[in-house]
């Protein structure tokens, strides 16, 4: 791996100032949380009691102390503290399964719960690096964890399934899951592929790029897998690329040269790509990889989409 493919890779990790883009509102934390890392889920969550929150958001952040923090329902929800010191968060929901969310302590363990804000943690792994998840009604939770070995393992179903061995030589992982499509993995070894799997834990990889880091992946039953990656073109410029619908699907050249990437995708609302320029611009679109693009605002390290 190039030294510039793994300092664009390693800004993900060390990022101080983030911004999170929900769906139709756009949220950016002001200095006195200081969040570090920040993820998002919108939909339904089950609130403590097992009442169903049909609509709103789940927020995670993770402050410069290493405080995870959590709110669903809305934005001016109170902020429920989740784990004292952790060096990963992610969340998602569905409205079946309620919120999900996932820790990595700072001693490396992964902790996972669902069910609510305040359901008991389950200890799910030792020595992670980082994680990714997702949910869905008719799948349940779909979680995946970066070891610090390098190994991409994964787990679907419940907090108690047995992990799955995915991948060796990996230096990121990503994963999303629709009741119609099932679970869609995706990794970017050591050696700059992107690879990705669908419609189950032991289904084949194909191969999406050969040169390329910080891969993301996002689903929905009607529009299909979506996958991006930051590829290099001609070194030591980084062009994003796109595909919906399949795997096999051609790559939608986003234009610009980005630090980082992310995506989401809804049934209603098509594709929601993010990206952040080497300026320190965040870039949006929505609703086609064709769309125009939107400066949602600067000076930032991270973009992290759900929609």
């Known amino acids: ?71 669903e329902g809305s934005l001016g929800a109170a902020w429920n503290e989740e784990y004292p010191d952790v060096e990963d968060v992610a969340v998602a929901t569905d409205t079946t ?33 980082n994680i990714s998840v997702a949910s869905d009604s008719a799948h349940g939770p779909l979680i995946g964890v970066l070891t610090e070995s390098g190994e991409a393992l994964v787990k679907q179903g419940s907090l108690g399934a047995a992990w799955n061995h995915e991948h060796g030589g990996v230096g990121e992982v990503s994963v999303a899951t629709d009741t119609k499509n ?6 970017a070894t050591e050696d700059d592929e992107v690879l990705a799997k669908e ?12 040169s390329a880091i910080n891969g993301a992946a996002a689903s929905d ?26 795997l096999g699907a051609g790559w ?12 989401a995708s809804a049934p209603a609302t098509g594709p929601l790509i993010a990206v952040v320029t080497e300026s320190g611009e965040a870039m949006v679109k929505e ?12 000076n930032v390290t991270q973009a992290d989409v759900a929609g």
Do not use: F, Q
């Open 97 to 129: 399964n309620g919120p999900l969310i996932a820790v990595v302590t700072a001693s490396g363990e992964l902790m996972v719960k669902e069910g609510s804000l305040t359901a008991p943690w389950n200890h799910e792994y030792s020595s992670a690096e």
């Open 1 to 71: 791996m190039s030294s510039y493919l793994r300092a664009v890779r390693g800004r993900r990790m060390t990022s101080t100032t983030t911004l999170l883009i929900a769906a139709v509102a756009a949220l950016a934390l002001a200095a006195a949380t200081a969040p570090r890392a920040l993820a998002a889920a919108p939909g339904g969550a089950a609130a403590p009691g097992g009442a169903k929150v049909t609509s709103g958001l789940l927020i995670a952040i993770r402050t410069l102390n290493g405080a995870a923090l959590v709110k």
């Open 199 to 210: 419609g189950s834990l032991g289904a084949g990889w194909t191969d999406e790029h050969s």
């Open 182 to 187: 099932g679970p869609l993995i995706e990794v």
């Open 252 to 263: 939608t050249d986003e234009d610009g040269n980005a630090t980082g990437l992310d995506l």
């Open 221 to 246: 039953p009607v529009n299909g897998p979506l996958i991006g990656v930051l590829a290099t073109v001609t070194s030591p410029d980084v062009a994003e690329l796109v595909k919906e619908g399949s």
């Open 287 to 298: 609703g086609s990889l064709t769309a125009p693009w939107n400066d949602e605002y600067s």
